[in-house]
């Protein structure tokens, strides 16, 4: 989804605090409406961890595909064919919006199976995905800033997420998601850097975030078929 990440280098910490207090408030508002929900029902809201990276790998995959245009899935970024006049900006948009809904739920079920901040950053993966949806390529020069700091920011969020939780699944005891995890987020790490260089743009791209996209399916479907249970809620204070 990526066009680049310099701009997203300039995010001050004030933008950084609003952005983690709307992903907080994304999972509170999911937590709180399936609060009374089984234990089974809860973990079904995984799935989207596994809607939202099939609906995003296959929409540019599909688009690559279908575009008539001259476009390169090694050299051009993902993004392009989304951009305003592209002939696959529909499919590929819905690409974008499946994984950009799909992760905020996939996240709230996150947060009751893995300790940490893990389930934030998943979260704010998926609205910076939405972010890069709603301001597409070549409509002008200010939307392009806000596509590249919104999908450089998805992309850094993305690489972070399976390193944060990896030392909560090495402690609950799943070593095999916890090691992957590392692994995935050096992979994603290193491909965020190399796609800002003279490298391939689109094979970088497509590395990485395919590496992110594996480790959230594996561990959506940890959490739906019950091998990464939910964790006990703590109880109030003094009670």
């Keep these: 989804m990526f066009a680049g990440y310099s701009d997203a280098m300039s995010i001050d910490r004030p933008t950084k605090r609003r952005a983690a207090d709307r992903a907080l408030g994304v999972v509170t508002v999911l ?4 609060s009374g929900w089984s234990d089974p029902g809860r973990r079904r809201l995984a799935l989207g961890g596994v809607v ?33 006049g592209s002939d696959t900006r529909v499919l590929m948009s819905a690409g974008f919006v499946a994984f950009g809904i799909g992760l905020p739920v996939y996240a709230s079920a996150l947060r009751r199976c893995v300790p940490g901040p893990a389930w934030i ?31 450089a920011f ?59 996209d594996v480790w959230i399916v594996a561990t959506a479907v940890a959490m739906a078929g019950g091998r990464l249970p ?10």
């Design 121 to 151: 950053t998943a979260t704010m993966t998926g609205l910076a995905t939405l972010g890069v949806a709603v301001t597409p390529l070549d409509r002008s020069s200010a939307f392009d800033a806000v596509h590249a700091a919104c999908a």
């Design 31 to 34: 937590s709180g409406v399936t």
């Design 230 to 239: 939910m964790q006990p809620t703590q109880p109030p204070t003094g009670s």
């Design 154 to 212: 998805g992309y850094l969020t993305l690489a972070a997420t399976p390193i944060l939780a990896a030392r909560p699944l090495m402690q609950l005891g799943h070593t095999g998601l916890s090691r992957l995890g590392l692994g995935v987020g050096a992979v994603a790490s290193v491909s965020l850097a190399l796609s800002a260089t003279s490298l391939p743009t689109g094979l970088f791209q497509r590395l990485g975030l395919t590496a992110g």
């Design 52 to 84: 939202g990276p099939v609906g995003f790998v296959g929409g540019w995959l599909a688009a690559g595909t279908a575009t008539s245009s001259d476009y390169s899935p090694v050299h051009d970024a993902i993004s392009r064919l989304a951009a305003v």
